[in-house]
């Protein structure tokens, strides 16, 4: 979101105390509104992503000079001397700004803004508290278009600030209490047609002068100080205004991560549900005999899930075999011995009662080549080993 700030004609008051004191306006709008609103307190306006302050034409001149052909910081230097002999005030009290060369200007020839020093700063102090952190000021003329013909008028109370624009160097400002003729300029011959500076003729010219004041910023040195006195900046950061469309999105993305990663405890719950079945099926078929009412089972199914998923481990392939490997090495077993099993790449580990067994039938299970002791009860039966149909 940008914003459009116009700010109040300077009093004639002189000491900035006097104009603190009054109730000085500032009229603000969003690019995409075609009305101001007035504002005494510019920190009450919402957070923008850019601010575009205009101050008024008669309140800034802008004036076109002949510099000589040396760098930009020496003309910085001299510039006060060039400019001297048209300044109404001393040099202490105007600022004098060199303006980036125009595209179709020629290189001896700059524009030149001058300004009240003391009115600038106050503006400036004024600006600084904006939740902002792109803040530009321009002259009010600059968004007005090129006209040989039209004087563009605004009333203020009993006050009516006119504007003649001739060329972008060539800007006229003047004020004259209402219902007064309009002054004739030097260049014009015959009455002008007036025009209101309305709030849709600026916004408009945001667009179509753009390339006319983009490069341009009239903003002093101290409105950064005065940035970093006020905390506006990290204001800007702070504020819920600024964030509130990021975290919109954050919520956006959380319930998308929650929705796939159910999904995807889903998509496991399935799979295991899955092998709890090809397990089910090949225990049934090959040890039915000797697991048929046993607890231990629910050990096997559950256990060679975890071996599957969570291992990362393809389990797939030779399980029935095993299981038929298991029947011969347990044929002289009591089946109510086999606690559990685990099925893994590394084998088909099975755990015995051996208080069930007697010496003889633990002998024969321990002398068994193809299985491999683990602990007192556990047993592993390496894989592709032994197997039944070979």
């Known amino acids: 979101m940008r914003l459009i700030i116009r700010c109040p004609v300077r009093p004639i008051a002189i000491n900035a105390e006097d104009w603190s004191a009054q109730d000085l306006y500032f009229s603000w709008a969003q690019n995409n509104e075609a009305d101001f609103e007035k504002v005494l307190d510019l920190d009450a306006l919402p957070v923008a992503d850019s601010v575009l302050a205009l ?73 600084a508290v904006l939740n902002c952190e792109k803040i530009q000021l321009i ?41 007064e003729p309009v002054l004739e300029t030097e260049e014009q011959h015959t009455q002008p047609d007036l025009q209101e500076l309305s709030a849709a003729l600026l916004i408009s010219g945001i667009t179509t002068e753009k390339k006319s004041y983009e490069s341009i910023n009239l903003l002093p040195d101290e409105f950064y100080d005065f940035r970093r006195e006020s905390q506006s900046e990290l204001q800007h ?77 393809n389990c797939a392939g030779d399980l029935e075999k095993q299981l038929l490997a298991l029947q011969n090495v347990l044929k002289d077993t009591p089946s109510e011995a086999l606690k559990s099993l685990e099925y893994s790449r590394k084998g088909l580990a099975f755990e015995l009662q051996t208080s069930l067994l007697s010496n003889t039938q633990r002998l024969a299970v321990l002398e068994d080549q193809s299985v491999q002791r683990m602990s007192p009860t556990r047993f592993l039966l390496s894989p592709y080993a032994n197997l039944a149909d070979d």
């Open 55 to 127: 101050i008024p034409g008669i309140d800034v001149r802008l004036t076109e000079l002949k510099v000589p052909a040396v760098s930009t910081k020496k003309i910085q230097q001299i510039l006060p001397m060039l400019i001297e002999d048209e300044l109404l005030s001393s040099l202490s009290n105007t600022n004098i700004q060199l303006l980036p060369q125009a595209l179709n200007q020629s290189s001896d020839l700059r524009l030149v803004s001058v300004i009240n020093r003391d009115w600038l700063l106050w503006l400036s102090q004024k600006l």
């Open 139 to 179: 002259s009010e003329s600059m968004l007005l278009p090129v006209s040989n013909l039209v004087v563009f008028f605004q009333q203020e109370d009993s006050t009516n600030f006119y504007t003649s624009k001739r060329s972008a160097s060539n800007v006229i400002c003047w004020s004259q209490p209402t219902g």
């Open 237 to 313: 950061w702070l504020s819920r205004d600024l964030w509130k469309v990021p975290l919109r999105w954050a919520k956006y993305a959380t319930l998308t991560l929650c929705v796939s990663y159910l999904g995807y405890l889903c998509t496991l719950v399935w799979q295991d549900r899955q092998w709890e079945a090809l397990l089910q099926s090949a225990a049934n078929q090959v040890l039915s005999e000797r697991v048929d009412g046993q607890a231990s089972f629910t050990r096997l199914v559950n256990a060679s899930c975890l071996a599957a998923h969570k291992n990362l481990e």
